[in-house]
């Protein structure tokens, strides 16, 4: 099974996510250590909370250059939630610069009349890169689990592999580009629909593993 590297940078749902990982036939590995991140066959980035908080943990266990130097190099990557919002280069819940791994800026929901904010519970994904592998053997408008009260705008349109409205506003709900993948809303949240998902990043993964 693939060994996939859970990055613990204080800020994530670890146990769930790797009960979903371990479901969908990996072999997760909690860690914060840069040489784990190197030797794992993908990476998962979890998380819950602020911007500024999460950008700064990662810095401070000298994550931020691992984690870079993974993507670069092909390995198979996969943000949830606040792991989504901290690739881009910054952010309106805080000061600190992102990681800048995606271009684009991370927004808050404009307030609107029948709206919550935060955005919480289960709502529909349109796939904008519906032959994604991310999104193989789902239904055309599956729904997921959400809850988030800001949301990611990336520069270059096409990256975004899924939108989600909420009120009169649509915005990006999951990214995709190469071997780098992340979602807005939380697949281990989201019942045998994010189980899918997570089976799809798992498998591949296992194509790119040596037997």
Request: hydrophobic content about 40%; charged content about 15%.
């Amino acid at each position: 099974m693939p060994v996939i590297a859970v990055v613990d940078y204080e800020m994530g749902n670890l146990h769930s996510v790797c009960k979903g990982l371990e479901k969908a036939g990996a072999t997760p590995k909690v860690t914060y250590c840069a040489k784990e991140l190197e030797q794992a066959d993908a990476i998962v980035l979890p998380g819950v909370g602020a911007f500024d908080p999460a950008v700064q943990h990662l810095r401070a266990r000298g994550l931020e250059q691992p984690i870079k130097d993974a993507i670069a190099s092909g390995k198979h990557f996969l943000g949830i939630c606040l792991g989504l919002q901290i690739l881009f280069e910054s952010s309106a819940e805080g000061t600190q610069p992102g990681l800048g791994i995606v271009r684009g800026k991370v927004r808050r929901f404009r307030p609107e009349a029948g709206i919550a904010i935060p955005h919480m519970g289960w709502n529909q994904l349109q796939l904008t890169q519906p032959k994604s592998t991310l999104w193989e053997h789902l239904p055309a408008q599956p729904w997921v689990y959400f809850v988030h009260s800001y949301y990611v705008e990336p520069t270059e349109p096409h990256v975004r592999a899924a939108v989600v409205t909420h009120g009169s506003q649509t915005v990006t709900a999951a990214i995709a580009h190469n071997n780098l993948m992340a979602v807005q809303f939380h697949p281990e949240k989201s019942s045998n629909i994010g189980l899918q998902i997570l089976s799809n990043f798992v498998s591949q993964v296992r194509e790119k593993v040596p037997a």
